[in-house]
């Protein structure tokens, strides 16, 4: 058995008894990444060195110190929105190609003081608008399960990462399902938080009222070990929740069944274009957790058809307004053969940014423009408010819900990438979830031409430790999160 | 035709926090700090930084908005205003915009016509931008003051006269130094003024196109700048002409505004709520602890000064112009046996001269209050003369000093002796005799001559009362 096959658990326990070191764990990913990555290019940045500072800093604990957490001396990797002191952090953008950041994220600050090894920083779509990672403004990371299908968007590098055995796990963001979607077309677990559970402070952002960042890992326990270790509230970020952050592996390892939880199925989530081995795969899945003790009924969340427009309406709003300090003036991109201030601008930005991020931030300028705010700003944020109504209601007589992460399974490099329309639509069943800030995880739940289905179980504000919990024991029963890609092995 | 002018003011001041708004960088004087050193990644707009609140920029402006008998919303929320411009790092502004801090608000001023209100429309916060300088073809930012705390206070448009703008611009710096939530260093920039102006027909109450100007950072610039503007579209309309709608400039120099934006130009700010701040929910409880920690403000002391101190109007309002003159005054008074009345005249006139004269600041008068009360008293007891006591009065704003001390060093001793007196009189009347002629035929008004005369042969030193009573006596013995 090759280390990288190991979950976190595994590893710890290797590490904690002395059996391996730190290093000798992050030389070994180390040198899989150079093997593997230059044909799945799931990293933007490969931090070698520092890598092996860090794990030997971490061996050093693990001799001496007591109080090792399961995450100390585990590598891992981070998707390139999240700030990392003095390491590339560019957002897969030109505009921010050699931007290195003079302080860390708190996600990143919480694994340095748990002593766990940054691996690299991972590909994405340009600032995260994209669910291919055929946006990334340097290159498409491919798919681990088959090189000509894209691994999802926007944390597509992450997933690819954690699903080609490159990463234990990494930390992704979901803004409109940039965690889940990779998750489920890469075949991994993901989570994306409960909106303030996981500081934002570092995190690059592309919606500041929607960004998360999640845990994605090979499974419901790995993923719970990690929200541990980077949740909790942060004075840095005034939107952090105060509530004490559970010790969620614990409660995994005490559950035995789904007795007693009630699973809510909305029908506008299965509905006429939805791929039927999807479908068929899904329902097989719900099948299992009603067999693990829960109850099973049908809901509707009946604003559903409304969450794409919606979604995409204040999220290219507040991002043209986020994008706004890509100027050329202080960091990243400079144009400064330029005329004038006004030419700096146009030219840095022209140059820096790509098609669709120039596209977001021209559709938000408008929405947001004198005379247009009330109609599409203003009426957006109110449907909005329908729709975490219809969630609320929901969950009066529900734990959870469950529904597919995405209608189809990882579609083909290429194919959806000049129809912008057709792209945002593969969010269909996401943006909810974010538009509503409650968390959901996504699991992988069946293979259909060798592409992995996954599975997204949502449920209330907060409520991560039954999410986690319901996929625990979805994985106790069923071995799909423990199949892996060809290349697991090694290159085909 | 007469034009009469209708403006609005827009006022940011700079709140006396010791750290930024929405970081914990220090607020340092943006004119001696070395630029560039006090910054952090929220202020310099880095990626992925994040805005907290300041609690006591939110205490210093719900203090003005209760002093400006504002109306404080327990919820209120901060919004982005949307602009490029290299001094402002995020692209926007945290300001505040349909849902502000206080609102509804007013400020007596005094005019020509008497007492006048002028209804404050919002009080809202805002952060600072960085400084912009250039120089040899470059140009330099300094992020020090980027993230400082501003607040904006903005009228109605009630003021008349570019008199009225001023009254009311004093009067709002008076208070917002007696709050103590502005240092009111105008050079310094903590307090700069934008002017919306319009004229129209005498007597009419339409509201024509306005202009605004903006940076006018001095009282004389925003009294100039006013006046300059209502003239300019007086002229225009005058000689049938429309007034375009724009953004101003002023020039100092020249005296006169220019164009900066039309108003095909003038910014969308876009405006949406700042999705990185929750709105801004204030207990009442707490609103209301600090509106029983506010101070005594200048139109109350104003009262009190003219009712305990029996001081006419005038009097009282020269001594609370300053909150630190109208301490010191008090200080003066209860440290002195003297009339306050007394005290109030000795202030306005020798002290002020000197205040002014050497360009001292209020925060750094030179005379403790202790010995100004006992210069004052030794007048009251007649220990010195009153024209001595201006020498003394003199020596302690130059060199310092005790003015007893003073008083006997330089030998200015008050002197009631007869003989002495008596002695000076009958030299003058000898060395006279035309004068005293003349005022013995009815000339009556050489009498302050020959006083002045015997001061000066005194050196001042001579009781004023007792000369005149011996000179007196002396020209009408000469009758005889």
Request: aromatic letters at 8%; glycine letters at 6%; charged letters at 25%.
């Amino acid at each position: 058995m090759q280390l990288h096959e190991l979950s976190i658990q595994e590893t710890h326990e290797l590490l904690s008894s002395r059996k391996i070191s730190s290093e000798e764990l992050t030389r070994a990913y180390l040198e899989r990444i150079h093997r593997l990555d230059p044909q799945i290019k799931s990293y933007v940045t490969v931090a070698d060195e520092l890598a092996l500072e860090q794990a030997r800093d971490a061996d050093q604990r693990l001799k001496t110190d007591e109080s090792c957490t399961p995450l100390t001396g585990i590598p891992y990797s981070a998707k390139d929105s999240i700030s990392t002191r003095g390491i590339n952090t560019t957002c897969s953008s030109k505009i921010l190609e050699n931007y290195k950041p003079f302080y860390d994220a708190t996600a990143i600050k919480k694994l340095i003081s748990t002593n766990s090894v940054l691996l690299g920083k991972n590909n994405m779509d340009e600032f995260g608008m994209g669910s291919s990672t055929e946006n990334s403004g340097f290159f498409t990371t491919r798919n681990p399960w088959n090189f000509d299908h894209v691994p999802g968007g926007s944390s597509g590098g992450s997933a690819a990462a954690v699903a080609a055995g490159l990463a234990p796990f990494a930390l992704g963001e979901d803004t409109g399902g940039s965690v889940r979607m990779p998750a489920s077309f890469c075949g991994i677990t993901g989570l994306k938080t409960t909106y303030g559970r996981v500081s934002r402070y570092g995190l690059i952002p592309l919606v500041s009222s929607f960004d998360t960042i999640g845990p994605m890992a090979l499974s419901a326990y790995d993923v719970a070990l990690v929200l541990e270790a980077i949740a909790g509230h942060d004075r840095k970020d005034s939107t952090s929740r105060l509530e004490s952050v559970q010790n969620y592996s614990a409660s995994l390892k005490q559950s035995e069944n789904l007795r007693g939880l009630r699973i809510g199925i909305p029908k506008e989530y299965f509905v006429e274009g939805l791929d039927p081995e999807v479908d068929s795969s899904l329902r097989t899945a719900i099948k299992q957790i009603e067999s693990l003790g829960a109850e099973v009924v049908e809901v509707s969340l009946p604003h559903t058809q409304y969450a794409i427009p919606v979604y995409y309406l204040i999220s290219f709003a507040e991002a043209s307004s986020n994008l706004a300090k890509y100027d050329g003036i202080r960091f990243g991109l400079s144009e400064r053969n330029a005329e004038s201030l006004m030419d700096v601008y146009l030219k840095t930005r022209e140059l820096g940014f790509g098609a669709e991020t120039k596209r977001r931030i021209m559709l938000g300028t408008f929405a947001l423009s004198a005379g247009y705010y009330d109609a599409y700003y203003l009426k957006a944020q109110k449907v909005r408010t329908l729709i975490r109504q219809d969630f609320e209601k929901a969950f009066e007589s529900c734990d959870a819900l469950i529904t597919p992460v995405s209608p189809t399974t990882a579609f083909r490099i290429g194919e959806k990438i000049t129809n912008p329309l057709d792209m945002y639509l593969s969010d269909v069943f996401v943006v909810a979830v974010n538009l509503a800030g409650i968390p959901a995880l996504s699991v992988p739940c069946g293979l259909s031409n060798g592409l992995p289905i996954g599975m997204q179980i949502m449920g209330p504000l907060l409520s991560e430790e039954t999410l986690l919990r319901i996929g625990h024991m979805y994985q106790s029963q069923t071995d799909w999160h423990t199949k892996h890609p060809p290349c697991w092995n090694d290159l085909p | 035709m007469k034009y009469q002018a209708v403006i609005g003011l827009e006022v940011h001041a700079e709140l006396l926090t010791k750290s930024k708004m929405f970081c914990g960088c220090a607020v340092v004087d943006s004119i001696t700090a070395k630029p560039n050193r006090y910054i952090c990644p929220v202020c310099t707009g880095q990626p992925g930084a994040l805005p907290v609140l300041n609690k006591k920029a939110i205490e210093l402006a719900v203090r003005v908005g209760l002093a400006l008998g504002c109306q404080i919303h327990t919820e209120s929320i901060f919004a982005r205003k949307n602009y490029f411009y290299p001094d402002l790092p995020k692209g926007y502004q945290i300001s505040q915009y349909d849902q502000p801090l206080a609102t509804d608000g007013k400020i007596q001023i005094e005019t020509e016509a008497g007492i006048k209100e002028v209804r404050i429309r919002r009080v809202h916060l805002e952060e600072d931008t960085g400084k912009l300088s250039h120089a040899d073809a470059h140009s330099f930012i300094d992020y020090n003051r980027s993230g400082v705390p501003l607040l904006e206070i903005v009228t109605e448009p009630d003021l008349r006269s570019p008199e009225e703008v001023r009254a009311y611009a004093t009067k709002l710096h008076a208070i917002l130094r007696y709050l103590d939530v502005n240092s009111g260093d105008m050079e310094k920039g903590v307090i700069r003024f934008e002017a919306n102006v319009s004229v129209r027909e005498e007597g009419s109450d339409q509201l024509n196109t306005r202009t605004e100007i903006k940076n006018l950072n001095s009282f004389r610039a925003l009294t100039l700048g006013t006046e300059y503007e209502i003239q300019r579209q007086g002229e225009i309309y005058a000689r049938g002409g429309i007034v375009e709608q724009e953004t101003l400039g002023f020039n100092e120099a020249t005296g006169k505004t220019y164009s900066q934006r039309g108003k095909e130009e003038a910014h969308d700010y876009r405006y949406f709520p700042e999705p990185d701040l929750p709105p801004l929910v204030l207990d009442s409880a707490w609103i209301e602890s600090i509106r029983a920690s506010l101070p005594e403000l200048p139109e109350a002391k104003m009262r009190r000064f003219i009712e305990q101190y029996e001081l006419t109007p005038q009097e009282a309002r020269l001594l609370i112009s300053e909150k630190l003159l109208a301490d010191y005054f008090e200080e003066v008074v209860s440290k002195s046996k003297s009339p306050a009345k007394m005290i109030s005249s000795w202030i306005a006139g020798e002290f002020m001269r000197y205040m002014n004269d050497m360009n001292l600041d209020m925060a750094k008068i030179p005379i403790d209050a202790e010995d100004l009360a006992q210069l004052i008293d030794m007048v009251l007891d007649k220990t010195v003369s009153g024209s001595s006591a201006k020498v003394v009065l003199a020596e302690m704003f130059k060199n310092g000093g005790k003015p007893a001390e003073i008083v006997k060093a330089k030998n200015l001793a008050q002197v009631s002796d007869e003989g002495f007196i008596q002695d000076i009189i009958t030299k003058i009347l000898n060395d006279n005799p035309k004068e005293v002629e003349q005022f013995l035929a009815g000339k009556e008004s050489l009498l302050q001559w020959f006083m002045g005369q015997a001061a000066r042969a005194t050196r001042g030193k001579a009781d004023p009362t007792k000369t005149k009573e011996l000179l007196l006596k002396a020209v009408e013995d000469k009758r005889k």
